[in-house]
């Protein structure tokens, strides 16, 4: 005997097929669509129809940005460095970057990184994209800032493999103790790091 | 600079709003939206505007049923237990208790429970009907299963107070160790409530 209306156990089941959201978080998030006022369920159903026609991505940097654009806000702004390309996993890490304020060079999104075990190949990413530009663009520095996991770290260095034939500076982002982060709870090879890049006080 | 399309945008902020759900988390499921088939995000947003609509409660306990149904299925069936009903906060308990396939009474399905500081009374709760049920239904026994909470202990007290008058048994569910339990990890009320709610071996 199902115990939900359909409709809801369409919703439990749409809601669960999200990462990081299990049958109980499901349950949870439907029951309180129930109660909430009907136009929030009606602004995000709207929001959720909206947001691929709404958004496009930037054909240099491949970062998402307006569709009514024809190239991202970082891309366009003559004020940022051209000589400086700064390669990272997804959009969100731009806007991490962008938060620290220290960096005004460019951006170049690859949207993944390789990855044999989920059948992930160079030419799933926008790697040839990079490549393009290392040839048509002055840039001067690659800093590739793909993130410190293992399938980082081989895009990492299949990038240094791809770029190495061009004169540009191929830099990664320093491993270290996070700042704030307590030396007796730091990972072993997080605190070998910290060790091999000792710096002179 | 807003460095997000607006669409985009509009989608976290609509996420955001979700009970337990965080900026970072609302981002990256807004970015799983982008990356998903078109279909996912539509059939979602028609989930979302359905639910709504597509169910109600049932007027006499309740619970959530199908909006073209006139009672739930638990009240309608026959072969259920007439003189018994069990007392829940919410839907998601009548889910529980009827997995266990150990009741086969009704249920009253409070929508809430008592909570000075939130401003919610008894005339919030579903309390009236529940005394109306227990004056007209052939009740004998009163299942009180709020939750082990402050306030559904508290809950559970007022409806004492309210039904003593009545000729029913009014019960509340046991208090112990769960089972699968540590008692080492055990917090203190509840060893002292399996303590003193002890039983001859």
Do not use: W
Request: with cysteine.
């Amino acid at each position: 005997m199902a115990l939900l209306p359909a409709p809801l156990e369409q919703l439990i089941l749409g809601l669960e097929r999200l990462p990081g959201i299990g049958p109980k978080t499901a349950s949870r998030l439907a029951f309180y669509f129930l109660k909430a006022p009907e136009e929030y369920a009606s602004d995000l159903a709207e929001a959720l129809k909206a947001v691929k026609s709404g958004t496009a991505f930037c054909q240099t940097c491949f970062h998402i940005m307006d569709a009514s654009r024809t190239e991202c806000q970082i891309c366009a702004d003559e004020k940022r460095d051209k000589r400086t390309i700064c390669v990272v996993e997804d959009s969100l890490d731009v806007l991490a970057l962008e938060k620290t304020v220290g960096y005004f060079g460019q951006y170049h999104v690859l949207h993944g990184v390789l990855s044999p075990i989920e059948g992930i190949g160079p030419d799933d990413i926008r790697i040839y994209e990079l490549e393009m530009r290392i040839k048509t663009e002055p840039v001067e520095e690659v800093i590739v800032a793909t993130n410190p996991s293992m399938e980082g770290d081989a895009t990492a260095l299949y990038i240094r493999q791809r770029l190495e034939k061009y004169p540009v500076k191929l830099t990664r982002l320093a491993r270290g103790l996070p700042v704030g982060g307590d030396l007796e709870y730091a990972d072993q090879s997080t605190l070998l790091r910290a060790l091999a890049g000792r710096q002179s006080l």
